[in-house]
């Protein structure tokens, strides 16, 4: 009887663990990527608000080195377009040398506001770097991305405010 | 012979002066850049700052926000800052420290306060000033622990003979106030303690911003000693629906007069105080009052009719202002107001350039005679920058008409303005949806025609207007058959520069003055900063600009009308400004 207590009791316990990535994610403007960025991550399933929002930080922060990494390659095979990399580069270094430490210390430290300042650029960033190629951006997959996650990472910080 | 040796001493002396003077800085910054571990990454601040402020308080470089503990002592004012030393974006908060004989000038000190025990190690954020009865300041602020959990300190100068105040300590009895099981205060939310107030019963209070959920409150705490502090079952005031107080400033005002109140006091014999709430919203990034009357025996604050503490009530600056705190400055009998205004530009260009965040130039605040809202207006001391003025008078303003103003450095610059209206019964007609002044601003620019406006003034404009930021009134009639009048202010930012990656907002404000008597308009003007201030301080809207053309000498100022009816400049008196020391 035990037994089954426990296993109802795991069961139950799992179920709202989910709920709690479901129930935040269902305040965002894309749920399913909202989901799927908590739900992949192990962090995910124990994390109150404000974890969640730090693991989604750490996506922002992954993504702009993936970015960065693509913008130092294209060096090579667009050199036309050094000067729009140039400013990419900027702004990408941007989101990881300030964006991303100044929001996760800020949602550590229950200061949320400056949490979604630094989210909020890192979105501002990713535009005014897809801007520089004036239409024919090698990176728009890159910067839709980015702007997806900060739109859904900007919805989360401002529940903490 | 004698002129050999006096100027080789002379040499020497100032080898000496020198030499120890480089030394006492490697002291100073020995203390702050022990505690701190993560590397800088700010560059220098370059050649190049065409927005770095002439009159404005700034630091050097890196990142500013909250003004703390501002007050005045033996006569000199202090200004503390949080400060970041590490870079342009806020972190790694300290207590920054300046001194003043006039809230103009200001001589830079090292940090006061900055991490150094477990009650703060993790950041020394905002808090107030105190004087004590036997006028001895002390510090509350907040700090954060080794668990990340905002607590409340006090520090007092460690020397009170010296009057800067250079050096504080920290009382072993830290932290004063904490979150804990038994009160089940929110531990990362409870922060920006305001300066103490005492009551009947000798015992101090002081309120520390918080929230439950989405219930915004001023928790009370009282004290007989200043250190041992109980928290009172029932906060000072709290909203549901609002979101965390920041920053909250509470301080009696005087009904009647513009001079101002001691936070402890009860008021002259025969006159009647006011109490004001100030809350900052997380939420919505503003700052808000109300105005009402205190409780004394319940500790209550009761808001007067027709004011809730929300995002309803009367903002101090429709702009980007924040964080704001008042003192009492007992020397000139008046209340002052400083506020924090950040940059508008992306964080990119604030590590760019090194810096980021001002404040506004210092505000004397009193109850308008109506009582109901607060009167600002910029500390008289920074009539002293203004040199070379340029007069014009008693001209016409036609529909669709400028006016250079010529003679003044128009990037840095103070200019007050008084128009007059004539047709008001051409004014049109305010519709029913017309409630939010802000959206009316942003979508009605300037080249929208109403009767009566848009006419104020471009300022940081570029000679053919390709840059311009304007600030600006319209006259509307409230109803159809109305003699009432609804006058708009605007600060309009969306052509201010070149640069896309700006935030442009327009910013908005009813004033509430009869446009049948003149409408004034005085704008500070500073490099990348805009304060202006309509019919006398009734209205105020700060705003930041990174104009591309309009740099400098190559900024002009033109008063506008491009309404239909015309309009009279009565005056119009600019001032060019002179710099200010502000590091």
Known sequence: MKKVMMVVMMVMVMVSEASMIEQTCKETPDFNLCVSLLDSDPRGSSADTSGLALILIDKIKGLATKTLKEINGLYKKRPELRRALDECSRRYKTILNADVPEATEAISKGVPKFGEDGVIDAGVEAAVCEGEFKGKSPLTSLTKSMQKITNVTRAIVRMLL | MTKEVCSNIGLWLLFTLLLSNYVADLEASHHVYNRLTQRSNTKSPSVNQPYRTGYHFQPPKNWMNDPNGPMIYKGIYHLFYQWNPKGAVWGNIVWAHSTSTDLINWDPHPPAIFPSEPFDINGCWSGSVTILPDGKPVILYTGIDPKNQQVQNIAEPKDLSDPYLVEWKKSPLNPLMAPDAVNGINASSFRDPTTAWLGHDKKWRVIIGSKIHRRGLAITYTSKDFLKWEKSPEPLHYDDGSGMWECPDFFPVTRFGSKGVETSSFGEPNEVLKHVLKISLDDTKHDYYTVGTYDRVGDKFVPDKGFKMDGTAPRYDYGKYYASKTFYD???????????????????????????????????????????????????????????????????????????????????????????????????????????????????????????????????????????????????????????????????????????????????????????????????IDHSVVESFGGKGRACITSRVYPKLAIGKNSHLFAFNYGSQTVDVLSLSAWSMKSAQIS
């Open chain 2, 330 to 524: 007992s020397a000139k009998n008046r209340r002052v107001l400083w506020g924090w205004t950040n940059e508008s530009s992306s964080v990119e260009d604030d590590v760019e350039k090194g810096w980021s965040g001002i404040q506004t130039i210092p505000r004397k605040i009193w109850l308008d005679r109506s009582g109901k809202q607060l009167i600002q207006w910029p500390v008289r001391e920074v009539e002293r920058l203004r040199t070379k003025q340029v007069n014009l008078r008693n001209k016409v303003l036609n529909s669709r008409s400028r006016l250079e103003v010529y003679g003044v450095t128009a990037a840095q610059a103070d200019v007050e303005v008084l128009f007059k209206v004539r047709n008001l019964e051409k004014a049109d007609v305010m519709k029913a949806s017309w409630t939010d002044p802000q959206l009316m601003c942003s979508q009605m620019n300037v080249s929208v025609k109403s009767g009566l406006g848009p006419f104020g003034l471009m300022v940081l404009a570029s000679k053919n207007l390709e840059e311009y930021t304007s600030v600006y009134f319209r006259i509307f009639k409230a109803h159809q058959n109305s003699n009432k009048y609804v006058v708009l202010m605007c600060s309009d930012q969306s052509r201010s520069s070149l640069e896309e990656d700006n935030d442009k907002t327009t910013y908005g404000a009813f004033v509430d003055i009869n446009p049948h008597q003149p409408l004034s308009l005085r704008a500070l």
